[in-house]
């Protein structure tokens, strides 16, 4: 049974079997659907969701009309849960497990896949997928079958509310991080721009494992708050003189690194105009802006650009331990799985401290 319109309206009421999916007869806005109780066959694992992350990528799928994936699929990449079932050829997992779910599945037999690097799996163009929730049935529901146990990192007596972003907002810019390392050294400086749900996370990051100046940018009152809260030495709203002022904060020569987590043509432009001679330019926002590579440009002498994508199982492992030990934490604001409309129309209006996580209803008795 499918809701008429429950991504602007009032939703079906609370259901063990409800998923939130985008498809074909669901419409352009995400829908409610009975969903039946999957059954793991071979490797697969059963997990019985206890919180799922709402991303902004959500917003692009939804606003893409499901950005090119076959549909139907229930939403949903930021997932926290516990082993319910085991396929017949499943090992390493027993049920009752509480996990976080490594969600950009590839091929599986590739050599990246095959090292826990699927999010730069070398079959990734041949998929219909990137991982769970998009193109493949996500965590927005009850349950999620899981292809293999190797997707699964425990997470012992972690907060599933604060597991399930690790997964994405917290290892995106874990991984984005580790990438431009060698250049996060003493007397450095690096430039966050969007301090939502993955830059807040940027910020402690950059804050507990590099001795890097940690300037923010963003263009709500709120973020540049929480910003400072997590660590920001600088916090700076988003406004045409923004690079003079990265610079001047860098003591002149801009940022060895940006971090950009919106990718639109203004930060894009921003991110440019704050960078140093033979700094690291890294977009990891989808907000479809271009930049052009040509020389001369906006870009600086020597600047390299990359767009990283996720991170790996061992990362996801790292920043797990991470938020056990304190280090990190994610800001989060709960709603049942059935008031997803709502923090998907909160998304969408800025007005989330940074992450919305949905809890299916009911989960937190059985957890
Ligand atoms: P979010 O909505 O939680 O945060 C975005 C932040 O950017 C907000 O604080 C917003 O105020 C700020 N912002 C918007 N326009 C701005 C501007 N012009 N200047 C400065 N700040 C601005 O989003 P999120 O969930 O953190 O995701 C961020 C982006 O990263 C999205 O585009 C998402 O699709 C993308 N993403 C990429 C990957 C990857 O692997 N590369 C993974 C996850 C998310
Ligand atoms: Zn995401
Ligand atoms: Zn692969």
Same mark, same amino acid.
């Given at each position: 049974m499918l809701s008429p319109d429950p991504g602007l309206g009032p939703v079906l009421s609370p259901d063990p079997g409800l998923?939130?999916?985008?498809?074909?007869?669901?419409?352009l806005a995400p829908a409610f659907a009975e969903l039946d109780r999957p059954v793991p066959r071979g490797a697969e694992?059963?997990?019985?969701?206890?919180?799922?992350?709402?991303?902004?990528?959500? %917003?692009?799928?939804?606003?893409?009309?499901?950005?090119?994936?076959?549909t139907p699929f229930t939403l949903g990449h930021e997932v926290a849960g516990r082993v319910a079932e085991l396929g017949p050829d499943a090992t390493g997992a027993a049920?009752?497990?509480?996990?976080?779910?490594?969600?950009?599945?590839?091929?599986?037999?590739?050599?990246?896949?095959?090292?826990?690097?699927?999010?730069?799996?070398?079959?990734?163009?041949? %998929?219909s997928w990137a991982g769970l929730g998009?193109?493949?049935?996500?965590?927005?529901?009850?349950?999620?079958?899981?292809?293999?146990?190797?997707?699964?990192?425990?997470?012992? @007596?972690?907060?599933?509310?604060?597991?399930?972003p690790l997964t994405d907002?917290?290892?995106?810019?874990?991984?984005?991080?580790?990438?431009?390392?060698?250049?996060?050294?003493?007397?450095?400086?690096?430039?966050?721009?969007?301090v939502?749900?993955?830059g807040h996370l940027a910020v402690q990051l950059l804050r507990a494992l590099t001795p890097s100046q940690v300037i923010a940018v963003d263009v709500r009152e709120e973020a540049l708050a929480l910003a400072a809260k997590c660590g920001a030495h600088v916090s700076l709203p988003a406004a045409a003189d923004t690079p003079r002022r990265v610079r001047t904060a860098s003591g002149g020569p801009?940022?060895?690194?940006?971090?950009?987590?919106?990718?639109? @043509?203004?930060?894009?432009?921003?991110?440019?105009?704050?960078?140093?001679?033979?700094?690291? %330019?890294?977009?990891?926002g989808s907000g479809g802006?271009?930049?052009?590579?040509r020389k001369p440009s906006a870009l600086p002498a020597g600047a390299r650009v990359s767009l990283p994508f996720w991170g790996s199982r061992d990362e996801l492992a790292e920043v797990v331990a991470l938020a056990r030990a304190g280090t990190l934490r994610v800001e989060v604001e709960r709603f049942p799985l059935s008031a997803a409309p709502e923090a998907i129309a909160r998304l969408r209006a800025g007005t989330l401290p940074a992450r919305a996580v949905l809890i299916p209803d009911g989960a937190d008795q059985r957890a």
């Amino acid at each position: 049974m499918l809701s008429p319109d429950p991504g602007l309206g009032p939703v079906l009421s609370p259901d063990p079997g409800l998923g939130l999916g985008l498809g074909p007869g669901l419409g352009l806005a995400p829908a409610f659907a009975e969903l039946d109780r999957p059954v793991p066959r071979g490797a697969e694992v059963l997990v019985r969701v206890t919180a799922a992350g709402l991303c902004h990528s959500d %917003l692009h799928v939804i606003d893409a009309g499901g950005m090119g994936f076959p549909t139907p699929f229930t939403l949903g990449h930021e997932v926290a849960g516990r082993v319910a079932e085991l396929g017949p050829d499943a090992t390493g997992a027993a049920p009752g497990d509480p996990v976080a779910v490594y969600g950009p599945w590839g091929c599986g037999r590739c050599p990246r896949c095959l090292a826990g690097r699927d999010n730069y799996c070398d079959r990734r163009a041949e %998929l219909s997928w990137a991982g769970l929730g998009l193109g493949r049935d996500g965590g927005m529901a009850d349950f999620v079958l899981v292809p293999s146990a190797r997707h699964l990192v425990p997470i012992g @007596d972690l907060d599933p509310a604060q597991a399930a972003p690790l997964t994405d907002a917290g290892l995106t810019p874990y991984h984005a991080v580790q990438r431009c390392r060698a250049a996060l050294v003493e007397g450095s400086t690096v430039a966050v721009i969007g301090v939502g749900g993955l830059g807040h996370l940027a910020v402690q990051l950059l804050r507990a494992l590099t001795p890097s100046q940690v300037i923010a940018v963003d263009v709500r009152e709120e973020a540049l708050a929480l910003a400072a809260k997590c660590g920001a030495h600088v916090s700076l709203p988003a406004a045409a003189d923004t690079p003079r002022r990265v610079r001047t904060a860098s003591g002149g020569p801009g940022a060895d690194v940006v971090l950009d987590f919106v990718g639109t @043509d203004a930060t894009l432009e921003l991110a440019a105009r704050s960078l140093r001679a033979d700094g690291d %330019l890294v977009v990891v926002g989808s907000g479809g802006g271009q930049l052009t590579v040509r020389k001369p440009s906006a870009l600086p002498a020597g600047a390299r650009v990359s767009l990283p994508f996720w991170g790996s199982r061992d990362e996801l492992a790292e920043v797990v331990a991470l938020a056990r030990a304190g280090t990190l934490r994610v800001e989060v604001e709960r709603f049942p799985l059935s008031a997803a409309p709502e923090a998907i129309a909160r998304l969408r209006a800025g007005t989330l401290p940074a992450r919305a996580v949905l809890i299916p209803d009911g989960a937190d008795q059985r957890a």
